[in-house]
Nanobody, 119 residues
Framework: VQLQASGGGLVQAGGSLKLSCAAS????????MGWYRQAPGKQRDLVAV???????NYADSVKGRFTISRDNAKNAVYLQMNSLKPEDTAVYYC??????????????WGQGTLVTVSS
C-alpha cells in the first residue's frame, strides 16, 4: 500500500489548511485511517482517526478545530485544520490500517507533509 499525502504548507496563526492522503495498491480493505504529527524533538502523536463507518477520535488539543473525513470509494482521508496555532507546527503523517492482497492487516505510513504555523 502506498500513501500519498499533500496539502501542507506555511500559514499564519488563525488560518486554515486541508491535508489529503490517498492510498493505492492491491488494497483489500482499509479499517482505520488517520493522521499523526511529529514536532521537532518530540514523539509522533495521534491527531485524529476515522473508522470505515465514520466513527472519529481526536486528540484533545485539536478538538473543535480539526475535522477528519474519508472517501471510501477513493481510499482517501482528509484533515481540515482551522484556527491553526503555532503549536500545530509539525510534520503530519497519514496512517492506514489496511489489508493488502495476500498480506495480513498492518499499518502503513505516508511520507509526511510539513505544516508550519507562524505567529
Amino acid at each position: 500500500v502506498q500513501l500519498q499525502a499533500s496539502g501542507g504548507g506555511l500559514v499564519q496563526a488563525g488560518g486554515s489548511l486541508k491535508l489529503s492522503c490517498a492510498a493505492s495498491g492491491s488494497i483489500v480493505g482499509i479499517r482505520i485511517m488517520g493522521w499523526y504529527r511529529q514536532a521537532p524533538g518530540k514523539q509522533r502523536d495521534l491527531v485524529a482517526v476515522i473508522t470505515g463507518g465514520g466513527g472519529t477520535n481526536y486528540a484533545d488539543s485539536v478538538k473543535g478545530r480539526f475535522t477528519i473525513s474519508r472517501d471510501n470509494a477513493k481510499n482517501a482521508v482528509y484533515l481540515q485544520m482551522n484556527s491553526l496555532k503555532p503549536e500545530d507546527t509539525a510534520v503530519y503523517y497519514c496512517n492506514v490500517k489496511a489489508v493488502q492482497l495476500g498480506r495480513p492487516l498492518r499499518d502503513y505510513w505516508g511520507q509526511g507533509t510539513l505544516v508550519t504555523v507562524s505567529s
